[in-house]
């Protein structure tokens, strides 16, 4: 039984400590700048290969982070180190707007007046049917209800729908002149009914 707690709990022999403190901190700076670098797309997850590449990520990774321990001190170590290394690194780039932008990178926009960017969407590897799918997700029947279409820099898509045209304004206004006049219409009614025998 003391060899059960033992291999649970004592660090191996074969990694030092610092090298486990090490080894999370390369992989976290390898993991930004490669999700940086492969473009806001990866984060999106907007099609099934991107979600396996996600997936199957940190299961890649997971090795070059803890080594050969398997112990849950070893484990606990390398999630310690990088949930530190991340509340460090957003603290810093929360009060360096510059740097953050760098490394977030910018907003892009994939439609415009309502009309589709093929060479933003070719540019962030999008097809049309992704994007109209990314519609869907948020309630739009389709495109044409779309004035414009922002890729985040957190990988989500922001749409913004287009403004009642003239002929529905013009619609709803009529329709808003007969609710008012049928209201006055039963007011008075009502009226004329309540006139005799109050009187």
């Not at 191996?12 to 090298?19: A, C, G, K, V």
């Not at 439609?111 to 994007?131: P, Q, V």
């Amino acid at each position: 039984m003391s060899h059960f707690w033992q291999h649970l709990f004592v660090l191996s022999d074969d990694i030092s400590i610092l090298e486990k403190i090490v080894r999370p901190i390369l992989v976290y700076v390898f993991l930004i700048v490669g999700l940086r670098l492969a473009g806001k797309r990866e984060l999106a997850q907007l099609n099934p290969f991107d979600l396996v590449v996600l997936l199957t990520l940190s299961n890649t990774v997971q090795n070059a982070i803890i080594g050969d321990d398997n112990s849950v001190i070893g484990g606990v170590i390398g999630a310690t180190t990088l949930l530190a290394v991340n509340y460090f690194v957003v603290r810093f780039l929360y009060n360096h707007e510059r740097l953050d932008h760098l490394i977030e990178g910018a907003c892009d926009e994939l439609m415009t007046d309502g009309k589709i960017r093929h060479d933003r969407l070719k540019k962030e590897l999008l097809t049309e049917a992704a994007l109209e799918t990314a519609a869907h997700r948020q309630g739009f029947a389709s495109l044409k209800e779309i004035d414009r279409a922002v890729l985040e820099v957190g990988g989500s898509i922001s749409f913004f729908a287009k403004q009642p045209t003239p002929e529905i304004a013009r619609h709803t206004e009529v329709l808003a002149g007969l609710n008012r006049v049928t209201a006055e219409l039963a007011a008075l009614r009502q009226a004329m009914k309540s006139g005799p025998s109050t009187a």
